[in-house]
């Protein structure tokens, strides 16, 4: 069964850095890109980012270039994604999703369930 | 970037019911369009790809069709799962963008 598996939800103070990560199982982790995107409290969904799980790879989306890393560890087919200088404007639900294809930009036909991460004083 | 506008931003229909959501691209994007179906607390699901290829286990009620700029999402008998906020996304340029979501809400 092809499936992502998000870790748990975090609350974080302002300022706080947060990991999120995102386990692949049920396929070839290597072959599908692998994207990020949220959903902030009432808004609609928001693209972050892809990270190349073969090469390491990495394209962000302008508006989170400064505090956002997308990494991988290719042992155990797992995709990560860590936010920095953490604001209550970070306080959404972070999906990791895979690329139908073989390259980033194909439907994304897999979703994680979704990380809740609540940045509050 | 791409801007994708849907519309209505909102409907309610009955289970039974046609419905039909539109979405516009700010220019052409051939046929990468892709829709998908979200419901609170869960994870987005797939639905059309390219446009009109229905995604592998998605009911055949769901169809898409269109190209350019101008796409349509018909579900053609609603049913009382399809209650849900619906997406467009182009992924012919780099950033993917979405659609706002329209929300299918029961009548």
């Known amino acids: 069964q092809v499936q992502l598996v998000q870790s748990g939800a975090e609350v974080k103070r302002p300022g706080a850095s947060v990991k999120i990560s995102c386990k692949a199982s049920?396929?070839?982790?290597?072959?599908?890109?692998v994207h990020w995107v949220r959903q902030a409290p009432g808004q609609g969904l928001e693209w972050m980012g892809w990270i190349n799980p073969n090469t390491g790879g990495t394209y962000y989306a302008q508006k989170f270039q400064d505090w956002v890393t997308m990494t991988r560890d290719t042992s155990i087919g797992t995709a990560y994604m860590e936010l920095q200088r953490l604001t209550s404007d970070a306080t959404a639900v972070y999906y990791c999703t895979r690329d139908q294809g073989e390259s980033y930009n194909d439907a994304f036909d897999v979703w994680g369930q979704g990380t809740m991460v609540t940045v509050s004083s | 970037d791409i801007q994708m506008t849907q519309s209505p931003s909102s409907l309610s229909a009955s289970v039974g019911d046609k419905v039909t959501i539109t979405c516009r691209a700010s220019q052409s994007i051939d046929g990468h369009l892709n829709w998908y179906q979200h419901k609170p607390r869960k994870a987005p699901r797939l639905l059309i790809y390219g446009a009109s290829s229905l995604e592998s286990g998605v009911p055949s009620r769901f169809s898409g069709s269109g190209s350019a700029t101008d796409f349509t999402l018909t579900i053609s008998v609603l049913q009382p799962e399809d209650f849900a906020t619906y997406y467009c996304q182009q992924t012919y340029d780099t950033p993917p963008t979405f659609g706002q979501g329209t929300k299918v809400e029961i009548k």
């Open positions: 049920g396929y070839t982790f290597s072959i599908h890109y």
